[in-house]
């Protein structure tokens, strides 16, 4: 199987809403994003079907190897040999995915956040950073757009982690800073059983208005100059904070299931920034 092959599989294998918003960039440009995020899916798994920690942190120290050694002009993974093409095009830089590996091996090593800087500083590894390269590959021309697409990265993960939290508890994590459990009085063995409360819907309304504070300071930090450049990024935006509202409206019914959006509706979501220009 050629790389280009097995990238493109393993991104629409995924199931991601990512997917969506590759699909009307250029074609090399949706190459170079495709590999790109198979790079992200590849180290992510990782750490998703991790059954023994000891061994995970061994596949994500050979995956920091394969980066450097793909930096050296010698990549041995289907994935880095697709990737590293676009790297001099797109300026995709070894220190960013050596930052996304970073931010999965934190998930090996912890499993609770003390505060919410200590959850930024995991946010902006495995969302953040992502979002910086997205933008490069998607055609940034003004520096300002690696703020917004730092804001972005943060809201889109903490939306995923409003999503997960009952999926998270079923792997003993806990992403909700714990001292924002203290604030509203939830206490993490209710969060690990799944039990919900008045306390958990104040506690998970608090997490959905910084949320979409994020997604306005996002919006307020693109420069026109990139705006047409951005809109797989301002799909993204859309999809995902469609979703989040979709969270709110179910009353953060989150601990028992995966509140999701129907293909067909990405797609909708897609097309209409795509069209329109907005979201």
Request: glycine share 6%.
């Amino acid at each position: 199987m050629r790389p280009e092959q097995y990238v493109q599989e393993k991104a629409a294998g995924s199931g991601s809403s990512f997917y969506y918003a590759f699909l009307f960039l250029p074609v090399p440009r949706r190459a170079a994003i495709t590999a790109f995020y198979a790079f992200c899916r590849e180290v992510d798994d990782v750490v998703d079907d991790a059954v023994d920690m000891g061994v995970a942190a061994t596949k994500l120290a050979w995956w920091s190897q394969e980066v450097s050694r793909a930096f050296a002009g010698n990549p041995t993974h289907p994935t880095m040999r697709a990737l590293l093409p676009h790297a001099a095009d797109y300026g995709i830089e070894e220190r960013q995915l050596q930052d996304v590996i970073a931010g999965c091996r934190i998930d090996l090593e912890q499993t609770r956040y003390l505060d919410y800087p200590n959850l930024e500083r995991y946010c902006h590894l495995v969302a953040g950073v992502v979002g910086e390269v997205a933008a490069r590959i998607f055609g940034q021309q003004n520096a300002q757009t690696t703020q917004y697409a730092h804001a972005l990265g943060q809201a889109l993960q903490l939306t995923n982690i409003i999503r997960d939290v009952g999926e998270d508890a079923l792997r003993g994590r806990i992403y909700l800073p714990v001292s924002e459990l203290q604030q509203f009085d939830v206490k993490a063995h209710e969060v690990l059983k799944r039990q919900y409360s008045d306390r958990f819907t104040a506690l998970m309304q608090f997490q959905a208005r910084r949320a979409h504070a994020l997604y306005d300071q996002a919006l307020q930090l693109l420069p026109d100059q990139d705006r047409r450049s951005q809109k797989p990024g301002l799909m993204m935006a859309s999809i995902y904070r469609t979703l989040l509202q979709e969270i709110e409206a179910t009353g953060f019914q989150v601990l028992h299931q995966r509140v999701r959006l129907t293909p067909l509706r990405k797609l909708w979501l897609a097309w209409r920034v795509q069209a329109l220009g907005r979201m």
